[in-house]
């Protein structure tokens, strides 16, 4: 517990101070929520976020605060920031809900990570906030998973948004928990598919169930929603030692903000969203 602490008493820094680069105001103001309560995959990604995002605020002067505490996520705290995201979770009280919806739809900003997307029922994180999970996302519920967390190769779907002009056509990413969902993203006319497995990934997973390796199939893993200023994200799972092989201390095996090109989508993507001047393409402002 004394690394949820760390991570805890690191959080209410940045909540209270903000980092920038430069004296002045800066270009936007992110304000990221986290649980940092359950799987040490998702934990480790949060102490990764942790260092990585203030240094991001730093070089490209936007300022970076996070909070566990949901109860924030209301119109008054909300209305000082202009990009919101969601590390590793999503909210689960109602009042909290409508209040994200509200501020998405009057033209605030999100990025999500991995988790944020995840809805099962029955589970922890039931399939029951209709708007997000369908609407918003267009994703639906989780369906499976590749296991274990494993590196892809992705290939870039749409070259022409801000947050995929400096990838390569395909890249390595850093190993993560890719997750299949129950609605085809194709098929729905308000989503941009950002970036994909690609094919030559198969078999992609190691099992060791067989429906955990993938060997075909189309896999989304970074998309936009046309009618809001948002990205979502499927990385965010690092691989652990979860079958205690080296110690006893839950080691991560891998990590996901040491990717060039994969930190790069990431900057690029704050950027836009934190971009005042560019709306959502189908969004009425």
């Not at 705290?77 to 919101?84: C, D, G, R, T």
């Not at 947050?163 to 299949?180: G, I, K, N, Q």
């Not at 092989?245 to 836009?272: F, M, V």
Request: glycine fraction near 6%.
């Amino acid at each position: 517990m004394t690394a949820l602490k760390a991570l805890g008493i690191a959080a209410l820094v940045y909540c209270c101070s903000g980092v920038s680069a430069n004296a002045g105001k800066p270009r936007f103001r992110v304000i990221a929520f986290y649980t940092g309560k359950e799987d040490p995959a998702h934990i480790s990604f949060l102490h990764e976020a942790e260092r990585w995002f203030p240094e991001a605020a730093a070089r490209y002067n936007f300022s970076y605060d996070t909070t566990s505490d949901w109860r924030n996520l209301n119109a008054g705290f909300l209305s000082a920031y202009q990009v919101v995201v969601f590390l590793d979770t999503r909210p689960e009280d109602p009042a909290q809900r409508a209040a994200f919806q509200t501020y998405m739809e009057q033209g605030g900003a999100w990025m999500g990570f991995h988790f944020a997307g995840f809805a099962l029922t029955p589970s922890a994180y039931p399939a029951n906030w209709d708007w997000y999970h369908n609407t918003f996302l267009g994703s639906g519920s989780y369906v499976s998973n590749t296991w274990r967390p494993t590196s892809a190769i992705l290939r870039v779907e749409d070259r022409d948004h801000p947050a995929t002009r400096h990838l390569p056509e395909t890249f390595r990413s850093s190993p993560s928990e890719w997750y299949r969902w129950d609605k085809d993203l194709r098929g729905n006319p308000d989503i941009d598919i950002l970036l994909s497995i690609d094919s030559t990934s198969f078999p992609l997973g190691t099992g060791p169930k067989p429906h955990e390796i993938w060997h075909s199939g189309y896999y989304p893993v970074v998309w936009t929603n046309k009618n809001y200023k948002m990205i979502y994200l499927n990385m965010g799972h690092n691989d652990i030692d979860y079958e205690h092989k080296y110690d006893a201390t839950n080691r991560t095996l891998s990590h996901t903000l040491n990717n060039t090109i994969q930190d790069q989508l990431i900057i690029d993507g704050l950027l836009w969203l934190g971009d005042r001047e560019q709306k959502a393409p189908g969004a009425a402002r």
